[in-house]
């Protein structure tokens, strides 16, 4: 089976510090996600990427950059935290267009 | 008008009963639909795709495709108490990786 390890399952920063989330993938998937997820607003994509160090931003990317310098990798970064980030934060890689994602077990952020 | 709409419950059903969840999706270029279930605190677990018109059953799954009217649906047969969680309907349109997520249908099965 297919895993995706997000580094951390808490995590709890202050305002304005830098934040770094991690994803890693053990099958060789090209495709990677970042998604959070808010109750009642569902699941908002952040950032993509198809290919080691290609990126694309998703439909709420402000506040957010990513990395991938490598394919099992890609990082998540909140470069300036604020409180409005508190949120569940969801990793996810697939392997072409026709299958579906496979999430890691979540980042629950909470800025203070 | 949101791309992916699910109703967003409770759905609330006995035990053994058949479980209804629906879906309808505004872009009519999407190709393939899948259904996730969510347990509380947990991240999304994939259960069903279907990408043609018709049924596609799996166990007590069936999912079920009518692109004319852009709607999906997911019925869960013998439904255990075991199956209450949110169930996430998402769709992907053509020539693109992008999974749409509806914000999903919390079901829940009472004994």
């Known amino acids: 089976d297919v895993k995706v390890t997000q580094s951390s399952r808490y995590l709890v920063k202050r305002t304005g510090e830098k934040v770094f989330l991690e994803c890693v993938q053990d099958m060789d998937h090209e495709n990677m996600f970042w998604y959070r997820q808010d109750p009642g607003l569902g699941l908002r994509l952040i950032y993509f990427s198809y290919d080691v160090k290609m990126k694309e931003k998703g439909d709420i990317p402000e506040g957010y950059s990513v990395s991938r310098e490598k394919k099992e990798r890609f990082s998540l970064i909140l470069e300036s935290a604020s409180t409005n980030q508190t949120s569940m934060y969801l990793c996810?890689?697939?392997?072409?267009?026709?299958?579906?994602?496979?999430f890691g077990s979540g980042t629950r952020l909470t800025v203070v | 008008q949101k791309e992916v709409e699910q109703n967003s419950g409770p759905l609330s059903v006995p035990e053994g009963a058949i479980a209804s969840l629906n879906c309808t999706y505004s872009?009519?270029?999407?190709?393939?639909f899948f259904w996730y279930r969510q347990y509380s605190g947990k991240s999304p677990e994939l259960i069903m795709f279907?990408?043609?018109?018709g049924d596609k059953e799996d166990g007590r799954f069936t999912a079920q495709l009518n692109k004319a009217s852009q709607y999906v649906s997911l019925l869960i047969r013998d439904s255990q108490p075991s199956d209450s969680a949110t169930y996430l309907c998402a769709v992907k349109t053509y020539n693109t990786d992008k999974l749409i997520f509806g914000t999903g249908t919390r079901l829940q099965v009472f004994p």
């Open positions: 996810a890689s697939s392997f072409g267009p026709a299958n579906g994602y496979t």
């Open positions: 279907i990408y043609s018109n």
């Open positions: 872009d009519r270029g999407s190709q393939s």
